[in-house]
């Protein structure tokens, strides 16, 4: 069974940084792969968005709202993601999620169980 555990979570001032982690793991075996990762968010009332995405070649997108501030990144060595946000936003307040394709052994999509950011005015 493949895990994915998010942190780096919190409560921070508008105009302050945050980093979040997401590393997978198998609880019964060798994860073979990491392919696509990335970071989604979603508010109180809103549907769920990409924030940000990197594939196996480290080649990243942004949505617009945070281009400029946010940064993806992963360590493949370390099966792990990050996401270092800046000049934060209250608009940026929501619980964001991380995902990824494993194959272990199979190939198949996985969900964090999401990590709460809050931003204040």
């Known amino acids: 069974q493949v895990q994915l555990v998010e942190s780096g979570g919190g409560l921070v001032q508008a105009g302050g940084s945050l980093r979040l982690s997401c590393a997978a793991s198998g609880s019964s075996g060798r994860i073979i792969s990491v392919n696509a990762m990335g970071w989604y968010r979603q508010a109180p009332g809103k549907q769920r968005e990409l924030v940000a995405s990197i594939n196996s070649l480290s080649s990243t997108k942004y949505v617009d709202s945070v281009k400029g501030r946010f940064t993806i990144s992963r360590d493949s060595a370390k099966n792990t993601m990050y996401l270092q946000m800046n000049s934060l936003k209250p608009e940026d307040t929501a619980v964001y999620y991380c995902?990824?394709?494993?194959?272990?052994?199979?190939?198949?999509?996985?969900w964090g169980q999401g990590t709460q950011v809050t931003v204040s005015s």
């Open positions: 995902n990824a394709e494993i194959v272990f052994p199979t190939w198949g999509n996985y």
